[in-house]
């Protein structure tokens, strides 16, 4: 039995919101199926098809399948369209490898796999935008609606785009958002420019000479090359990178020798971990120094060490209108004193910001918790089903004021 709190204990203004608070019952019910039924990154075959369903039952205008793999597009055209503009609005679908720990009705039915960032949720907001937009049409152009997959790793923005996406519907702007356990409910936050770091995977490769615990002196350890590598990393952030400016080097995991061969040192070593910045720049320093670095420590214990830099997700990079926009938007809902217009910038990374590489636009938060609110990608984590009908209505908002109907 569903049973959310009523939509406007959140008070939001509008005409798109309270006209879509009137399916909050449905986007609740949507919400906590796709969160029973979490699939990874290109295999949102169930996923992509109640989402055509949705779309199909809410009277978009067209619905194209497929694109980038398993996502899918959604388009609801304007009362009018005499200045032949178009918005674009992107949530994502796919679910993490992870085992949930939650015992409500709605938890996943699939074994290692969950929802636990609110992908469930941001594929039903649009989807409630979607209906709106379609019943209304209160609006001069037309509305591109991307709900794409693999967002976790797999860079389904990327695939998307490759596959066509901005060229079959060559959007002036795109705007996604992010549910966030550290605002509360009602809010929203955003920046311009770096709102989200890149992501880089980092793989060094130790060679040394194998030996007998015993006799170290005759081998070349490459467990304590990888060792000094590990702390000798960290002074790149701390003495390389200006102090105002954002970088982390993590390293996370390292594989080595036997765990039942107490007295065998190994031939060889492999440290992986991740690097994080907001800037190229930074991006290309770290990744300088680091080859430095580490080929020099290991140098120095008669060793070798190669590093495989990998840019997998550059920063998520607002720009500057379309953020002053969707803030200004953001503000006609809920009030300025409940938009956060210079949101701290987190070091996490968001595929989006391929989309934002190739189209200006912006990536916003809306709150879903407060203190003491399970943050995402923990076990125990759940979408807050209070905010659908705000999520639905922001994007909503965004198309009706960036292309107000003819003559308005």
Same mark, same amino acid.
């Given at each position: 039995?569903?049973?959310?709190?009523?939509?406007?204990?959140?008070?939001?203004?509008?005409?798109?919101?309270?006209?879509?608070?009137?399916?909050?019952?449905?986007?609740?019910?949507?919400?906590?199926?796709?969160?029973?039924?979490?699939?990874?990154?290109?295999?949102?075959?169930?996923?992509?098809?109640?989402?055509?369903?949705?779309?199909?039952?809410?009277?978009?205008?067209?619905?194209?399948?497929?694109?980038?793999?398993?996502?899918?597009?959604?388009?609801?055209?304007?009362?009018?369209?005499?200045?032949?503009?178009?918005?674009?609005?992107?949530?994502?679908?796919?679910?993490?490898?992870?085992?949930?720990?939650?015992?409500?009705?709605?938890?996943?039915?699939?074994? +290692?796999?969950?929802? =636990?960032?609110?992908?469930?949720? $941001?594929? *039903? /907001?649009?989807?409630? #935008?979607? &209906?709106?937009?379609? %019943?209304?049409?209160?609006?001069?152009?037309?509305?591109?609606?991307?709900?794409?997959?693999?967002?976790?790793?797999?860079?389904?923005?990327?695939?998307?785009?490759?596959?066509?996406?901005?060229?079959?519907?060559?959007?002036?702007?795109?705007?996604?958002?992010?549910?966030?356990? +550290?605002?509360?409910? =009602?809010?929203?936050?955003?920046? $311009?420019? *770096? /709102?989200?770091?890149? #992501?880089? &995977?980092?793989?060094? %490769?130790?060679?040394?000479?194998?030996?007998?615990?015993?006799?170290?002196?005759?081998?070349?350890?490459?467990?304590?090359?990888?060792?000094?590598?590990?702390?000798?990393?960290?002074?790149?952030?701390?003495?390389?990178?200006?102090?105002?400016?954002?970088?982390?080097?993590?390293?996370?995991?390292?594989?080595?020798?036997?765990?039942?061969?107490?007295?065998?040192?190994?031939?060889? #070593?492999?440290?992986?971990?991740?690097?994080?910045?907001?800037?190229?720049?930074?991006?290309?320093?770290?990744?300088?120094?680091?080859?430095?670095?580490?080929?020099?420590?290991?140098?120095?214990?008669?060793?070798?060490?190669?590093?495989?830099?990998?840019?997998?997700?550059?920063?998520?990079?607002?720009?500057?209108?379309?953020?002053?926009?969707?803030?200004?938007?953001?503000?006609?809902?809920?009030?300025?004193?409940?938009?956060?217009?210079?949101?701290?910038?987190?070091?996490?990374?968001?595929?989006?910001?391929?989309?934002?590489?190739?189209?200006?636009?912006?990536?916003?938060?809306?709150?879903?918790?407060?203190?003491?609110?399970?943050?995402?990608?923990?076990?125990?984590?759940?979408?807050?089903?209070?905010?659908?009908?705000?999520?639905?209505?922001?994007?909503?908002?965004?198309?009706?004021?960036?292309?107000?109907?003819?003559?308005?």
């Amino acid at each position: 039995m569903l049973s959310p709190i009523p939509a406007s204990r959140l008070n939001a203004h509008g005409r798109a919101f309270s006209h879509i608070a009137r399916y909050h019952p449905d986007l609740t019910a949507l919400r906590r199926d796709l969160h029973a039924h979490p699939e990874l990154g290109f295999e949102e075959v169930y996923t992509s098809g109640r989402v055509q369903e949705a779309l199909r039952l809410c009277g978009v205008d067209e619905i194209h399948a497929g694109i980038g793999k398993t996502g899918v597009v959604g388009i609801v055209r304007g009362r009018t369209n005499t200045a032949n503009r178009m918005i674009g609005l992107r949530a994502d679908m796919d679910a993490l490898t992870m085992t949930e720990n939650n015992d409500f009705p709605w938890k996943s039915t699939r074994s +290692g796999m969950m929802h =636990g960032c609110g992908h469930d949720g $941001h594929t *039903a /907001m649009l989807v409630g #935008a979607a &209906r709106y937009l379609a %019943e209304t049409r209160n609006f001069d152009g037309t509305a591109v609606l991307i709900f794409q997959p693999g967002e976790e790793g797999f860079a389904g923005a990327k695939a998307m785009i490759e596959d066509g996406l901005f060229q079959r519907w060559p959007v002036e702007s795109v705007y996604a958002m992010h549910n966030w356990p +550290g605002l509360k409910p =009602g809010r929203f936050g955003i920046r $311009h420019n *770096a /709102m989200m770091a890149s #992501a880089d &995977r980092i793989t060094i %490769e130790i060679t040394g000479k194998g030996g007998h615990g015993a006799h170290p002196y005759l081998a070349v350890d490459p467990v304590l090359v990888a060792a000094h590598i590990i702390t000798a990393s960290q002074s790149i952030v701390s003495r390389n990178v200006k102090a105002v400016e954002g970088a982390v080097i993590s390293l996370c995991a390292m594989q080595a020798g036997d765990l039942h061969a107490m007295s065998v040192i190994p031939g060889k #070593a492999t440290l992986v971990g991740t690097v994080r910045t907001f800037s190229s720049d930074v991006q290309d320093l770290i990744e300088r120094r680091l080859n430095e670095l580490c080929s020099a420590v290991a140098l120095g214990f008669g060793a070798t060490a190669t590093v495989h830099y990998e840019r997998i997700y550059p920063a998520t990079i607002n720009s500057a209108r379309e953020t002053e926009f969707a803030a200004d938007v953001a503000e006609s809902l809920v009030g300025p004193e409940h938009v956060v217009r210079d949101m701290e910038p987190s070091m996490g990374a968001e595929d989006f910001s391929f989309m934002l590489q190739v189209k200006p636009g912006a990536y916003m938060r809306i709150g879903q918790g407060g203190e003491g609110s399970c943050m995402l990608h923990m076990s125990r984590y759940d979408f807050n089903d209070d905010i659908l009908p705000l999520g639905s209505a922001l994007h909503a908002s965004l198309v009706e004021q960036a292309m107000p109907p003819a003559g308005a």
